[in-house]
Structures are given as C-alpha cells and as structure tokens.
Nanobody, 123 residues
Framework: HVQLVESGGGSAQAGGSLRVSCSASRNSKRRHCMGWFRQPIGQEREGVAGIDHDDNTKYADSVEGRFTISQDNHKNTQYLQMNSLKPEDTAMYYC??????????????????WGQGTQVTVS
C-alpha cells in the first residue's frame, strides 16, 4: 500500500498563509485522486480539496477561492496552499489518495489511504 506523509503545518495569524505538503511513497500509474481533509477538535472530518490525474480540482465551499490544491507527479507530492486563513480553518489536516476516474465524481468518503495528519492553527 502507498504511504502518505504530511508536512508543513504550523501556526499562522488570521489573514496569513500556510502551505502543507503530502509525499507519497510511490506514484500510481493508474488513474487516481488525491485529497485534503481536515478535522477540528470535537468535529467530524470534512473534505477540503481534491485533485485528479488530469489536474482537475474541486473544493469545499468554505475554502473556495482561498485554498489551492496542486500536485507534482515527478516528486509524488501534493500541496495545499492556504491563503486568507481564518480561525475556523484550525484543524488537523490529512492527505488522502485512492483510485478514481475523476475528482468531479469522486466522493469524499471513497478515499481509502490516509496520512497521519499535520496540525494547522490560526489565531
């Protein structure tokens, strides 16, 4: 199975920016989607952003226009650039991956491989 490792979390002021990264242990030759999820303390995990093999993307309404997901297939790495951060963005952020045809039809619940998470705190 693929292993995912997140990095780049930390603290930021409201209105500031952070970028989190996710490195995969191997690159799948099959069509796949990668995603970012977050889970605030005491709340359920929610899908934040996703990207597919063709670099199509989708975002949760709460981050649309502020967050950008991207990937570098040569480095087996995906990124989540977070701008205009708000205190409500505070959460543990997880990256995930699974086979898919397109991110448009991929359900958040269908992601099956997860990293350990990285904390993002906005004050």
């Amino acid at each position: 199975h693929v292993q995912l490792v997140e990095s780049g979390g930390g603290s930021a002021q409201a209105g500031g920016s952070l970028r989190v990264s996710c490195s995969a242990s191997r690159n799948s030759k099959r069509r796949h989607c990668m995603g970012w999820f977050r889970q605030p303390i005491g709340q359920e995990r929610e899908g934040v952003a996703g990207i597919d093999h063709d670099d199509n993307t989708k975002y949760a309404d709460s981050v649309e226009g502020r967050f950008t997901i991207s990937q570098d297939n040569h480095k087996n790495t995906q990124y989540l650039q977070m701008n205009s951060l708000k205190p409500e963005d505070t959460a543990m952020y997880y990256c995930a991956v699974d086979l898919c045809l397109s991110i448009a039809t991929m359900k958040w619940a269908d992601f099956g491989y997860w990293g350990q998470g990285t904390q993002v705190t906005v004050s």
